[in-house]
């Protein structure tokens, strides 16, 4: 049996959506910017997949740029908003995604921003209130905070955010990347500036996603070359890539409240089964709340150190993802962040419309057999 439950790390391609792109691989391989049938052929494929997401998320399709993924989203958004807007003061939290952090914690190394962090509590919550206190006491500022943590499964409540940011005349950036395709986004009423996403996430082909930016807000590029996406994104497009990401969303558009259902089902009984074999077990962050956790994400301390759990599993046919606070040598910089329980064995499960309850099943059955064994 091989179980895959790694979907906050990448998604199985959809095969709707593999019979949706090998056509623009195989017959329709004209380059958009050529002027003859195929390209033209070509060029309207990709606007049709613009105004799709578009559509999808309430957006104009000239709001919608289509990147390498989250990461050169999330740059693009970043890089923008210092360079365009000359905004030096940034906001943001230890939790952020490596494509957030990384990039700030580099400019300001480099002396570009001033970097601020929100606090962050044990569950891994930030304070509103103490935004809202930095927006007042600070130059006009970028706010970056993630819509989902992708380790934890934390939600912030970005349309409170983005209140919060109009209300200081602040940009607004969040890292969607881990809830596209799970919720549904309304760019008319979320008051955010840029958000980010990667269509491997929910079931699209990897190498592809789009960052959304607000009307007026500002874009610079981050590759010279061509004038391809209104000059803001040099180079050839992933024509099939592009193709795939549409088709993956207006999929998960069509089925998201049902996977939703069915997704937290197999999250419930997750955490149901393992609290009931494995005494000691905890959750971290907000992971097993279910209002305040992505339902496809739960991060599980185990209360054992003496078993490799990533390889047990491994070899069991099961593929998780690890992270830990203690010294394993995978530091998590989220589970450092608040503090996590450095005692035990952190694993996170991640889940998708794919997966089932007998494999939920058998990954509690094959780690209860290891809280045996260590009990013996
Ligand atoms: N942001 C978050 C929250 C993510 O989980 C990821 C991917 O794991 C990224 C950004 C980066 O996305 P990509 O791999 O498409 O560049």
Redesign the pocket.
Same mark, same amino acid.
């Given at each position: 049996m091989k179980i895959y439950l790694d979907n906050?790390?990448t998604t199985q391609l959809d095969t709707e959506v593999f019979k949706a792109m090998t056509p623009y691989l195989l017959e329709h391989y004209g380059n958009p910017s050529s002027h003859h049938a195929h390209g033209r052929e070509a060029k309207l494929a990709i606007e049709n997949a613009r105004a799709t997401i578009a559509r999808l998320i309430n957006a104009s399709p000239e709001e919608i740029v289509f990147t390498s +993924? +989250?990461?050169?989203a %999330?740059n693009t958004a970043i890089l923008s908003t210092i360079r365009v807007q000359q905004i030096k003061n940034v906001i943001t939290t230890p939790l952020e995604?490596h494509?957030v952090l990384h990039l700030l914690e580099n400019l300001e190394k480099q002396g570009e921003i001033k970097l601020n962090y929100l606090t962050i509590n044990k569950q891994g919550e930030i304070d509103l209130d103490e935004l809202e206190q930095m927006l007042q006491n600070n130059e006009r500022s970028l706010v970056s905070v993630?819509h989902a943590n992708?380790e934890i499964g934390n939600l912030n409540d970005i349309d409170a955010i983005g209140e919060i940011c109009e209300r200081y005349n602040a940009v607004f950036h969040t %890292?969607t990347?881990?809830t596209i395709g799970n919720y549904r986004h309304d760019l008319q009423k979320l008051k955010a500036h840029f958000i980010?996403s990667?269509a491997?996430k929910f079931h699209g082909p990897k190498g592809v996603?789009f960052l959304y930016c607000r009307k007026g807000t500002g874009l610079t590029k981050l590759l010279h070359g061509g004038s391809q996406e209104r000059q803001l994104r040099a180079g050839t497009e992933n024509i099939h890539g592009i193709i795939g990401l549409a088709k993956a969303l207006e999929i998960a558009y069509q089925e998201i409240d049902e996977h939703q259902t069915y997704i937290q089902g197999l999250k419930d009984r997750l955490i149901a089964k393992l609290t009931e074999q494995i005494p000691g077990v905890s959750f971290n962050g907000n992971s097993a709340i279910a209002d305040k956790s992505l339902y496809t994400v739960l991060s599980v301390n185990l209360p054992f150190t003496s078993v490799n759990l990533l390889s047990y599993l491994d070899q069991h046919g099961v593929s998780v993802s690890g992270g830990s606070a203690c010294s394993t040598g995978f530091a998590s910089h989220v589970l450092q962040a608040i503090n996590a329980d450095a005692s035990g064995y952190t694993i996170r499960f991640s889940f998708s419309k794919f997966n089932t309850a007998e494999e939920i099943d058998f990954t509690v059955a094959a780690l209860a057999a290891v809280y045996r064994s260590v009990a013996a």
């Amino acid at each position: 049996m091989k179980i895959y439950l790694d979907n906050a790390a990448t998604t199985q391609l959809d095969t709707e959506v593999f019979k949706a792109m090998t056509p623009y691989l195989l017959e329709h391989y004209g380059n958009p910017s050529s002027h003859h049938a195929h390209g033209r052929e070509a060029k309207l494929a990709i606007e049709n997949a613009r105004a799709t997401i578009a559509r999808l998320i309430n957006a104009s399709p000239e709001e919608i740029v289509f990147t390498s +993924g +989250g990461t050169e989203a %999330d740059n693009t958004a970043i890089l923008s908003t210092i360079r365009v807007q000359q905004i030096k003061n940034v906001i943001t939290t230890p939790l952020e995604h490596h494509a957030v952090l990384h990039l700030l914690e580099n400019l300001e190394k480099q002396g570009e921003i001033k970097l601020n962090y929100l606090t962050i509590n044990k569950q891994g919550e930030i304070d509103l209130d103490e935004l809202e206190q930095m927006l007042q006491n600070n130059e006009r500022s970028l706010v970056s905070v993630m819509h989902a943590n992708n380790e934890i499964g934390n939600l912030n409540d970005i349309d409170a955010i983005g209140e919060i940011c109009e209300r200081y005349n602040a940009v607004f950036h969040t %890292d969607t990347v881990q809830t596209i395709g799970n919720y549904r986004h309304d760019l008319q009423k979320l008051k955010a500036h840029f958000i980010a996403s990667s269509a491997h996430k929910f079931h699209g082909p990897k190498g592809v996603g789009f960052l959304y930016c607000r009307k007026g807000t500002g874009l610079t590029k981050l590759l010279h070359g061509g004038s391809q996406e209104r000059q803001l994104r040099a180079g050839t497009e992933n024509i099939h890539g592009i193709i795939g990401l549409a088709k993956a969303l207006e999929i998960a558009y069509q089925e998201i409240d049902e996977h939703q259902t069915y997704i937290q089902g197999l999250k419930d009984r997750l955490i149901a089964k393992l609290t009931e074999q494995i005494p000691g077990v905890s959750f971290n962050g907000n992971s097993a709340i279910a209002d305040k956790s992505l339902y496809t994400v739960l991060s599980v301390n185990l209360p054992f150190t003496s078993v490799n759990l990533l390889s047990y599993l491994d070899q069991h046919g099961v593929s998780v993802s690890g992270g830990s606070a203690c010294s394993t040598g995978f530091a998590s910089h989220v589970l450092q962040a608040i503090n996590a329980d450095a005692s035990g064995y952190t694993i996170r499960f991640s889940f998708s419309k794919f997966n089932t309850a007998e494999e939920i099943d058998f990954t509690v059955a094959a780690l209860a057999a290891v809280y045996r064994s260590v009990a013996a």
